[in-house]
């Protein structure tokens, strides 16, 4: 599947801040949304449930979650009335071939990110042709060149409508939308992936600081940097 170039250029000729609606007026059922359900996700899955609640909305659950977090995924999926919520996971057959012990991310973090979340996804993501993500450009220097609009090579497009926002921006959009917290977030967690691979963030870091802290790894593969 892949965007016409007519479809492509609506979308980078669309303001951010509309780039939601034209999305699902140009590719309804062909677009969803990927969330991890993270410490400032809340905000964009409230945008797609006042737009439309039954897009999908691609949850990876690496088996390695934070208790937390998966309970905050049923939190917000029923407090936004979200209605297609997939939870995509890793075979149990290959799992126990791969990380039989649960201790891959310990000695090869990019071969575990691979096995729980690069190939699940990758498997599901050819039903759309287009993508919704969270990130932003000021979550880490990685980032800082992030578009709104990313045209992928197999044709498809990566859509960031938050790319722009600043995370005062969205904490006072979320309190006035009075949307959940993460429980984490009250512990210092301002990114928050698999409980192995993350820590608290220390006053003066970036965001995603404490994902693969002290380590040159920086993202988990589904995406890569701008």
């Known amino acids: 599947m892949a965007l016409t170039v007519a479809e492509l250029q609506t979308l980078q000729q669309t303001p951010e801040a509309e780039l939601i609606p034209t999305a699902l007026r140009l590719l309804r059922g062909r677009l969803a949304i990927v969330s991890s359900f993270g410490a400032e996700s809340a905000l964009l899955l409230a945008m797609i449930a006042e737009n439309d609640p039954s897009m999908p909305v691609l949850f990876l659950d690496t088996k390695r979650h934070f208790p937390e977090t998966l309970a905050y995924r049923d939190t917000l999926t029923k407090f936004l009335g979200l209605k297609n919520v997939r939870n995509i996971s890793p075979t149990p057959e290959a799992l126990q071939n791969r990380d039989p012990q649960d201790q891959l991310a310990d000695f090869d973090p990019d071969a575990c990110c691979a096995l729980r979340k690069v190939e699940p996804l990758d498997i599901v993501l050819p039903e759309f042709d287009a993508t919704i993500t969270g990130r932003k450009r000021s979550q880490a220097a990685t980032r800082a060149a992030l578009k709104a609009v990313e045209p992928q090579p197999d044709g498809s497009v990566k859509l960031n409508p938050l790319a722009a926002w600043t995370p005062q921006e969205i ?4 309190t006035r939308r009075n949307l959940p917290r993460h429980p984490l977030t009250a512990l210092g967690y301002t990114s928050i992936g698999c409980a192995p691979c993350t820590r608290p963030v220390k006053e003066g870091e970036d965001s995603r600081a404490g994902r693969w ?8 593969g589904i995406h890569q940097p701008a």
């Open 213 to 220: 802290a002290g380590q040159a790894k920086t993202e988990c």
């Open 171 to 174: 904490d006072a959009e979320m």
